[in-house]
């Protein structure tokens, strides 16, 4: 692998924002982020894992008084939602932080310190936009306008229905305050700004030597070719991080959420009695995982701002492709989302399946298109047709006839199978293509099924019993190395199947060596039960209907 047992790994996801429940767009970048995580565990690595609720803003201070409640309440509940769905998901990080944390508000204050006494900072006077009737400037999400490069609606902020470019608040064309609907002035004001293109050499060299996706390095390298500008990192709101030194303000969420990152590893390893530095100011290799809509603030932002605080750069940029749902682009507003507690979970939908579906479907960097009937055709065929009744055929067998595991021994041909198929897994793993990895993963079972039918043990326990035992236990070897393999996907999956090959011990503790560790004979085996059951076409077709209504709903209310 490009990494190494002696690196200190971490894994972060971009933060969700706390202002909506999770929903299948969510899961395009967190089960990739653990599974990773679990894959660098299972091949000796050392790696912990952090995410956590973003919980400041312009858009969070709009929906909080929309829904009735201080921004506080507002993302508190946002906040246990998102960790209580990430502990069903079995997304299993070291620390689900907060960016409201005390911890996190010294942290981001810090940084902020370090990049005024570097030089990185210059305080001045601009013109923003002030909406009269509200009688208050208009920050980010208050404001909408047309963007001036594309010309689609945007937000004060960003171009987010077009060209996705970064924007700063005066640049809109008919600009206008999202409460009141009235045009806005620009008014005078004290603001603080980040010497971005003062980083513009280090950000193209950095990029072109950043690992991860592609999608990643190819987006921020052609931003930054095209010019960057000083970026306004304080905000006149009253919900967020004061801005060091000067209360009438406070940090642009954009300027301090990625922060929680680190300030997640201080409060982890304050609690661990572990060093955070050796991550954040030392030898530490980072690894973020986020969606394709942040890479300008992830391959460029970010790291202008640990390079001018002195902190370590990420290792890699790993950035996930689009999420779509029966075709169009993920829209709540228009009714094309799946919602994880609604959908999934209250119709108790498989969520090891979820996680083999999320990281299966597609490429990591390709668009996702869910659709339902793809969704069950993908678990009927390969989780239930291929990998559970390979296993459930192979333990039943066994528990019929043996009730043990058999005699026998690793032959030649099973070690040789298993090695290559953890050396392919590995190759894409260290590549981030995880369906790549799966897919390995899952010809180790059709290898294994193909072996079952060809040694017909159901004749040989009668012709010949000690090749029988031989070929079962070849059988039992490929479902232990497959536990171990799938566990990353599939977590609860590998421990009941663990389990049923007669294993003790944690499978989540196991290496991929392990996979080659013969199995000890004469080990008695519990009775099996299938691993997974099809999911009927009436489901389909609820989950359809319910999406089709979902629809119809949002576009009566947008009439």
Request: overall charge neutral; proline content about 4%.
């Amino acid at each position: 692998m490009n990494l190494s047992k002696s690196d200190k790994i971490l894994v972060t996801c971009g933060l969700p924002y706390a202002n909506g429940s999770a929903h299948l767009g969510h899961l395009r970048t967190y089960i990739p982020g653990d599974a990773y995580t679990r894959y660098l565990k299972r091949f000796g690595l050392d790696v912990i894992f952090f995410c956590g609720s973003d919980t400041h803003g312009a858009p969070i201070e709009l929906a909080a008084v929309q829904a009735g409640l201080s921004p506080k309440e507002f993302t508190e509940k946002y906040h246990t939602h998102y960790k209580s769905i990430f502990e069903r998901l079995n997304i299993n990080v070291d620390l689900y932080g907060t960016t409201e944390a005390p911890y996190h508000y010294r942290r981001a204050q810090t940084i902020i310190r370090i990049l005024e006494k570097n030089g990185h900072i210059e305080t001045r006077e601009v013109g923003l936009p002030y909406c009269e009737t509200c009688q208050t400037f208009l920050a980010d999400r208050f404001l909408t306008g047309t963007c001036p490069y594309c010309g689609a609606q945007a937000r004060g902020d960003e171009c987010d229905q077009g060209c996705q470019r970064y924007l700063d608040a005066d640049q809109l064309i008919d600009p206008r305050c999202v409460t009141c609907g009235n045009p806005s002035i620009i008014k005078k004001t004290r603001h603080h700004f980040f010497k971005l293109p003062d980083f513009t050499d280090f950000l193209i060299k950095y990029n072109e030597q950043l690992k991860g996706t592609p999608l990643a390095r190819n987006y921020a390298l052609g931003w930054i070719r095209q010019g960057l500008k000083e970026w306004n990192i304080s905000r006149n709101l009253k919900w967020g991080i004061p801005y060091p030194d000067d209360d009438e303000l406070v940090l642009y969420v954009w300027a301090e959420n990625y922060a929680g990152y680190i300030s997640f590893t201080e409060e982890w390893a304050r609690q661990k009695g572990a060093d955070w530095e050796k991550y954040w100011i030392r030898d530490g290799k980072l690894v973020h995982f986020i969606g394709a809509d942040i890479v300008y603030h992830h391959a460029i932002f970010w790291p202008a701002i640990l390079k001018g605080a002195n902190y370590n750069t990420p290792y890699a940029v790993v950035a996930s492709g689009m999420v779509k749902v029966e075709g169009h682009g993920l829209s709540k507003s228009r009714g094309f989302v799946i919602d994880i507690e609604d959908d999934f979970i209250k119709n108790q939908i498989d969520l090891d399946a979820v996680r083999y579906y999320m990281l299966s479907y597609t490429g990591f960097t390709k668009d996702l298109d869910f659709v339902w009937k793809d969704f069950q055709t993908k678990m009927n065929n390969e989780l239930v047709g291929i990998f559970g009744n390979y296993a459930y055929r192979v333990l039943l067998f066994i528990h019929k006839n043996y009730g043990k595991i058999p005699e026998g021994s690793l032959t030649p041909e099973t070690k040789q199978k298993i090695t290559q198929t953890i050396e392919s897994v590995q190759k894409s793993v260290d590549e981030f293509r995880f369906k790549e990895a799966i897919d390995n993963t899952m010809q180790l079972a059709a290898y294994g099924n193909t072996t079952f039918q060809q040694c017909e043990p159901w004749k040989s326990i009668k012709e010949d019993s000690t090749r029988c035992q031989s070929d079962l236990y070849q059988c039992l070897q490929l479902l232990k190395a497959i536990a171990i393999l799938i566990e990353p996907a599939m977590p609860t999956v590998a421990e009941r199947l663990w389990l049923q090959v007669g294993q003790t011990g944690n499978v989540h503790e196991t290496t991929v060596k392990d996979c080659l560790e013969p199995l000890t004979s004469e080990i008695k085996l519990p009775k099996p039960k299938v691993l997974f059951t099809k999911m009927p076409d009436e489901i389909v077709e609820k989950m359809s209907t319910i999406l089709t209504h979902r629809i119809k709903s949002a576009r009566s209310k947008a009439n």
